[in-house]
């Protein structure tokens, strides 16, 4: 009897921690790393506690603990939010051949291969791209380099004659932005540290209306570089105590400068008077404070013309790269295109102007 008694209070004890966990996972969206570290960590892992949350649910059905059926049940109605941020069910099949197409790319620096990336590009025929991470190679090599520039080679393949690039490191390695319609105003989002991080914008005229595009690479986390242990680049395994504590470090310093930058492309969006579109990577999922940030005044494009999950990052099963519209724009399609080419997928977008 008294075996069976701290059994039932042991299972008592894990529903109720599960609960408040779950509990705290959600409210962590809503409140700013500035308050509170916690909070940010919390929003990485909403989406594996929810599924937990289903087990518990399930194995306290097969209990008959009724009370804390109903309680985990009431818990996933509330984290619906969840399930929408993670998978879209909206994919059209209408044509779209009066669309503007978006595509967005973090090409992680022509590591992988240039001139089949390049290629994977251009077969897209998009009316605008933007990537990030890109080398523009003319500014580095000399005229015995006989690769031509990637940008300039993208503009005559993919019929994109108007270029804006954004250098971040030593006027090569940046952002651009390549468009099929005439650039009338251009710019940049500075931000107060240097890297290879950034955020830039153009205006274009499409179908008589002008439009805003920016193309936004945030605060990168930067995992895989320690100074420490740099003998050890590209290996590093977490798995002593200080390099555990130095990847908390990273995750929690970046989701900081992260929280700065959008500050300054949310005042430059809520100035703006016309259509945007924002692109890029965003280094954030979809369950983090950012995207509900982001979501207040834009809407995903994914979630609102995407299908399936639309993972865009390898080395974990994350979306962190998205494009965005103003509700003045209706997203048709949306989905995601992987390439061996880079650590990322593609994001190709279709919308119409409303």
Known sequence: ??????????AHFIYASVSILVAFS?????????????????SLVVWYIQLGAWIILIWAALQKQTTWMLVFLLLQVVGIRNYRVTYAFRFSEKTVDQALKVVT???????????????????????????????DYKRIYNSTYNFPNPLQYLQRSAHLPYLFFYP???ENFGLAILSKYPIIQKGTIPFKSNGINGMMYVDIIYKNTKLRVYNVHLQSINLMYNPKYEHEIGKIKYDTPDKRRYLLQQLIKSSIKRTYQLELLLQSIRSCQHPVVVAGDFNST??????????RDLQDNFIMSGKGLGYT????????????????????????????????????????LV
């Open 286 to 295: 979809p369950y983090s404070h950012l995207y509900w940030k982001m979501t």
């Open 26 to 42: 959600y409210v962590s969206q809503y409140i700013s790393p500035l308050q509170g570290s916690i909070f940010y960590l919390f």
């Open 168 to 170: 971040r490191i030593q």
């Open 1 to 10: 009897m008294a075996r069976k008694k701290w059994l039932c209070f042991v």
């Open 313 to 352: 990052f390898d080395k974990y099963p994350l979306r962190i790269d998205y494009i965005f519209s103003d509700r003045r724009l209706k997203p048709a399609q949306t989905f995601t295109y992987k390439t061996p080419y880079s650590d990322h997928s593609m994001v190709v977008s279709y919308m119409y």
């Open 105 to 135: 790319y973090n090409v992680k620096n022509f590591e992988l291969g240039t001139e089949a990336l390049l290629e994977e590009i251009a077969a897209q025929q998009a009316d605008i791209v933007c990537l990030q991470e890109v080398w």
